[in-house]
């Protein structure tokens, strides 16, 4: 039995595959990681929504009132910059709210606001739980472990990354680079690094809601005030990896987003396909 048989055979697939020369497929994603997948994008939107007009009630970055506004928000600092620079929003009713109408709930929604991110942090929760399973049951935690050659790997796929816009403006070859492992060193870091967030993220949440009852898990933070500090940054770390994760999906090539739906892959001619690939 040949090779591309035997991995064909082994494969889990919720879809079919036409038979094609040179086609080798693999099980790629289990079904609860895909579904736990996809549904942190509503909940990660509602966390970020809610949690944005939360911050407008007690702002973390402040300064001394302005003499004139008396505004001590650089969140509403922002607004007011881009109300004043940026072509369009010049009239815009009320700068210091721009940045909290375009990217929340809104200002004076706090009560709202509350009771939608706790809603979206004990799904967030559950579904965190439901990915690891997933990853237990499928045995895709194995493809996240840190590898000795990432470092050497990572460079090459930044380059690759980097120069593939550029090759594809002068219609130019560029290789993908070929790996023996299910997930690329850059793809591997982040994978390994979401997780890791998310669960400090938990953690930070809940030394804020319950400081008193909790003060050893603010204690762990700096305080109170460093674990909204850390709560904040991390929400960021998940916007700045949403963006090119999004961009290095579609570079990357359709197969990689059909395998995080329907949890098979078909890469031709390309020998990172093993048998153990989980």
């Not at 970020?48 to 003499?67: C, F, N, R, T, V």
């Not at 045995?139 to 690759?160: I, K, V």
């Amino acid at each position: 039995m040949s090779r591309s048989t035997t991995l064909r055979n082994e494969a889990i697939s919720t879809s079919t595959l036409t038979e094609q020369p040179g086609v080798l497929v693999a099980n790629r994603h289990h079904l609860l990681v895909r579904w736990s997948h996809w549904l942190n994008v509503p909940i990660l939107l509602g966390l970020i929504l809610s949690g944005i007009s939360i911050y407008w009630a007690s702002p973390i970055y402040q300064h001394k009132p302005d003499a004139l506004t008396g505004n001590f928000d650089v969140g509403a600092d922002i607004g007011v910059w881009i109300c004043a620079h940026v072509p369009g929003q010049h009239h815009y009713a009320s700068p210091p709210d721009w940045i909290y109408n375009h990217m929340s709930l809104g200002p004076y929604m706090l009560a709202a606001a509350l009771r939608l991110h706790w809603l979206c942090a004990y799904l967030f929760m559950l579904n965190g739980v439901v990915y690891l399973v997933g990853l237990v049951m499928g045995g895709g935690w194995r493809g996240l472990l840190p590898r000795r050659t990432d470092l050497f790997d990572a460079f090459r796929m930044f380059r690759y990354y980097i120069g593939f816009p550029l090759a594809k403006l002068a219609r130019r070859q560029w290789p993908h680079p070929r790996f023996s492992a299910k997930y690329n060193a850059l793809q591997r870091a982040a994978y390994f690094s979401v997780p890791l967030a998310g669960g400090l993220s938990v953690a930070t949440g809940w030394a804020i809601h319950k400081p008193m009852q909790l003060q050893w898990l603010a204690a762990l933070f700096g305080g109170y005030n460093a674990a909204r500090v850390w709560h904040f940054w991390l929400m960021w770390l998940f916007i700045l990896f949403v963006v090119p994760h999004v961009i290095l999906v579609f570079a990357d090539g359709w197969d990689t987003l059909r395998s995080m739906i329907v949890g098979w892959s078909a890469r031709v001619k390309r020998p990172e396909v093993t048998a153990n690939e989980q």
